[in-house]
């Protein structure tokens, strides 16, 4: 969300900002709505005041006990055009907010150009690729053999684009939830929060999600709409409110599930886990100052690649282009895991820095020690990461010939000590 006055004063920074986002310029039309807009609120006004005006004048007349009849008949007159002039206000207010809503926000200097995900540019890489001396399976070869991943069974109940899981795998998804928050919580400072996981159509305004992305939600009876993402609820603790700039930055994180329709992804990565309606994630969100929010970018990605490490997983990190960064982005990196199963990096976290874009919707601000002036805060999101991503990425590196799977060092404590899934 942009503030029209800052529109107005640069229109170029903006329109530029939107082209390289494969946007057409649109800040030509904004300012000729606002224009119309504060013209017929200064036309209101003006109504108003000659209104104020002829009712005191005939208050007088009629004191005096003249006759105040065109009086009466020019405020009656005042009254219909001002109803008329109140109609386009809010007509024109609402066009403006939902134009003004749906724009992407603008990209920092430093984002790459292009327009998919084939023009991002990869950063740096980690750990080794592993070799192996069989033919390495896909998660869900593995899973399904090992009897503890079942999507026939989800999909009779479900549809699909679910799984079961059974076990081990069950505990090994729980166990990763585990380690995540504990690494994050304890060495990084990010605060857990349980969060719930309905909210309502202004928490997803604030985040962006609405009202452009409403097709990728699953909305409930009750107008409550599932949680997309820990990003969400996070992020809404803020909502309105005015933070003592000298506490930030605050980093939060949670363990949650997370509900997605994966509108436009048919044909897609139809099997497996890779791309669900449900799953679990651990989200980071940081609510910092201007001047904090890149450091705070690096941070938070250094924070994700922690657990990547630990769990001793090749990745590599590459900062999306213009053209495949999300709306509400300013600047994303992505850490992508090797798959053998695949033979390829897929993305398992996503880090961004959204500036005041988010803050500006939520209305959420800090103001210095000492001052009165407030100003927005810059809010930040990343995966820390996604769970069930996590642990295909595990059943492909870790797999065995027997089709047994060893359990990494640093998850032992949180399987009673086990090394391996499976097979003994």
């Known amino acids: 969300m942009f503030d029209i006055r800052a529109i107005r004063e640069n229109p170029d920074l903006f329109d530029l900002g939107w082209q390289r986002r494969g946007r057409e310029p649109q800040a030509s039309n904004l300012i000729d709505l606002d224009r119309r807009l504060r013209e017929i609120k200064t036309e209101l006004q003006d109504c108003q005041s000659r209104r104020n005006i002829a009712s005191r004048a005939i208050g007088a007349a009629k004191a005096k006990g003249g006759d105040a009849d065109a009086l009466i008949t020019e405020v009656a007159d005042l009254k219909k055009k001002m109803s008329l002039l109140e109609e386009d206000v809010r007509r024109l207010s609402m066009e403006l907010e939902d134009r003004m809503c749906r724009l992407d926000n603008l990209p920092d200097p430093d984002v790459p150009d292009g327009t998919d995900e084939a023009d991002n540019v990869e950063i740096r890489t980690w750990g080794e690729i592993p070799a192996f001396d069989f033919t390495p399976k896909q998660h869900f070869d593995l899973g399904e053999a090992l009897g503890m991943m079942d999507f026939e069974v989800a999909a009779q109940m479900s549809g699909a684009r679910f799984v079961v899981l059974k076990g081990d795998l069950a505990r090994l998804e729980r166990a990763l939830s585990a380690f995540m928050l504990d690494i994050h919580t304890t060495e990084f400072g990010y605060q857990e929060v349980s969060v719930p996981l309905m909210v309502r159509d202004h928490a997803l305004y604030g985040t962006s999600q609405l009202p452009k992305f409403k097709e990728d939600l699953f909305v409930t009876t009750s107008d409550h709409y599932m949680i997309p993402t820990g990003e969400v609820p996070l992020t809404n603790l803020v909502r309105e409110q005015i933070l003592d700039e000298e506490k930030l930055p605050l980093r939060y994180t949670t363990a ?160 009673g000590g086990r090394k391996k899934i499976g097979n003994p």
């Open 256 to 415: 949650s599930q997370c509900f997605r329709s994966e509108a436009g992804s048919a044909g897609r990565d139809t099997r497996g886990m890779i791309r669900l309606h449900q799953f679990t994630k651990v989200e980071l969100v940081s609510i910092t100052t201007a001047e904090q929010s890149q450091d705070e970018l690096e941070r938070m990605t250094g924070a994700a690649e922690q657990i990547l490490q630990r769990l001793g997983l090749a990745y590599r990190v590459v900062m999306l282009c213009v053209g495949d960064m999300g709306f509400a982005a300013r600047k994303t990196y992505d850490l992508e895991v090797w798959l053998p199963g695949q033979g390829m990096y897929r993305e398992i976290s996503s880090c961004s820095n959204t500036g005041d874009f988010q803050a500006r919707r939520m209305n959420s601000r800090c103001r210095p020690a000492g001052e009165k002036k407030t100003r927005f805060v810059h809010t930040l999101n990343g995966s820390g990461l996604a769970v069930g991503r996590t642990l295909v990425a595990l059943l492909e590196n870790y797999q065995q010939a027997d089709g047994s799977i060893l359990v990494p060092e640093a998850l032992q404590p949180y399987l």
